[in-house]
Each structure stands twice: as structure tokens, then as C-alpha cells.
């Protein structure tokens, strides 16, 4: 069973930072890139970043580039979002994804992790 | 500002079929595709249809896709309580080269 863990939210002040976790398990973790989206409660869904399955290609979204750095260590199935330079629009539920095939889609999702951006 | 555009809100009554649009242009829809996903309050959106009009399993065949030149269609016919959700399309964007989502539409089953 596919299950994607997601944790390390929490409050924090404009200008600070933050580090999210993924925990990955059920499938060859190796295979498959990892996104994280993110989403203002109430609002629709944004994608923030991904990494490629072998960690050597990373993306970001126009608003979180320069700030967020997204990694993976594969010898223990984890993916991180590191948030740096934390603004109030930050503020959100972010989801760690499993891309099921490059520029396709999201085949499972964490719970979401609840970061506010807030002084 | 989303770059897919869907309806706000849709609604119908039990037993009926409803469809909800996701408008795009030729950089997202045009050129890649569409993909659906459903969202209940306070948990994680869920996978519909992927690659167009493609159910993965344990999708029930009353959820279906389709893809028309830039636009994308959700369907779902047999309407039950449990489907009230929120509806969200996605899409790779060439030009930014990431995904886009669509601003999502509440279905509401009268």
C-alpha cells in the first residue's frame, strides 16, 4: 500500500524558516518523482516543487523559487521542503504528491501539513 | 489567478448526470493531459482521471473524462450524496514548465 507521510508544519514568523518531511513507503521510491502542492484552506491548489526520482533535477514554481529548496534522500524514502525567507502568502496546507508519470499527474497524496506564516 | 478556469459551483440532483468544464489554452490543455482529482473538507484530493478520460482503480465507471482542444470535461452520472465534494483539474503548463490546477468547483448533489 502506497502511503506518503507528510509532517514538520507548524507557525512561524515572516522571514523565518521551516523544514517539511515526506515519508514514502509501498512502492520503488527510486522510480517516481515527488512533488509537493500546496493549498490556502479554502482555496484551490497550487504546485510549489518537485524532484526527480534520482534527486539530480529539482522545479519550482515562480513563487517559491529562491526561497524553497526541495530535496530527497533516498536511502531512507524521505523527501524535504526546505522554506526559507517565509512570507504571509506561504501560508497553507502543503501536500507531499507522488507524480505517477512525469508532466502527467498525482496518483497519491499525504494528509498535508499545516504552515502559517504569521507574526 | 488560476490558469484553468472551471465553474464555481455545480449542482444537480440525485440520480442525474453533471458535467463541470476546465478551460486552459494551447501552453496546458492544448499541449498535455488532463487530469481530475476530488476533494472532500479537511482531507488530501484524491486521483479521478488521469491522461484524459482514464479511471484508476477503484474509480466507479460513473466518473469519466474527456479532453477537447484546450478544455477538458468532467463527467459523473448516477449522482449519489457521497459525491458532494470539491473538483479539481491539472495540467502540465509547457510554458512554465509545472503543473497548473484549475480554481476548483463544489458540486453540490440537491
Known amino acids: 500500500e502506497v502511503q506518503l507521510l507528510d509532517s514538520g508544519g507548524g507557525l512561524v514568523q515572516p522571514g523565518g524558516s521551516l523544514r517539511l518531511s515526506c515519508a514514502a513507503s509501498?512502492?520503488?521510491?527510486?522510480?517516481?518523482?515527488i512533488s509537493w502542492v500546496r493549498q490556502v484552506p479554502g482555496r484551490g491548489l497550487e504546485w510549489a516543487s518537485s524532484v526527480s526520482g534520482n534527486g539530480r533535477s529539482t522545479y519550482y514554481a515562480d513563487s517559491v523559487k529562491g526561497r524553497f529548496t526541495i530535496s530527497r534522500d533516498n536511502s531512507r524514502n524521505m523527501v524535504y521542503l526546505q522554506m526559507d525567507n517565509l512570507r504571509a502568502e506561504d501560508t497553507a496546507i502543503y501536500y507531499c504528491?507522488?507524480?505517477?508519470?512525469?508532466?502527467?499527474?498525482?496518483?497519491?497524496w499525504g494528509q498535508g501539513s499545516l504552515v502559517t506564516v504569521s507574526s | 489567478q488560476s490558469l484553468l478556469t472551471q465553474p464555481p459551483s455545480v449542482s444537480a440532483a440525485p440520480g442525474q448526470k453533471v458535467t463541470i468544464s476546465c478551460s486552459g489554452s494551447s501552453s496546458n490543455i492544448g499541449s498535455n493531459y488532463v487530469s481530475w482529482y476530488q476533494q472532500f473538507p479537511g482531507t488530501a484530493p484524491k486521483l479521478l482521471i488521469y491522461?484524459?478520460?482514464k479511471r484508476p482503480s477503484g474509480i466507479p465507471d460513473r466518473f469519466s473524462g474527456s479532453k477537447s482542444g484546450t478544455s477538458g470535461t468532467l463527467g459523473i452520472t448516477g449522482l449519489q450524496t457521497g459525491d458532494e465534494a470539491d473538483y479539481y483539474c491539472g495540467t502540465w503548463d509547457s510554458r512554465l514548465s509545472g503543473w497548473v490546477f484549475g480554481g476548483g468547483t463544489k458540486l453540490t448533489v440537491l
Open positions: 509501498g512502492f520503488t521510491f527510486t522510480s517516481y518523482a
Open positions: 504528491a507522488k507524480v505517477r508519470q512525469w508532466q502527467r499527474d498525482f496518483d497519491f
Open positions: 491522461d484524459n478520460d
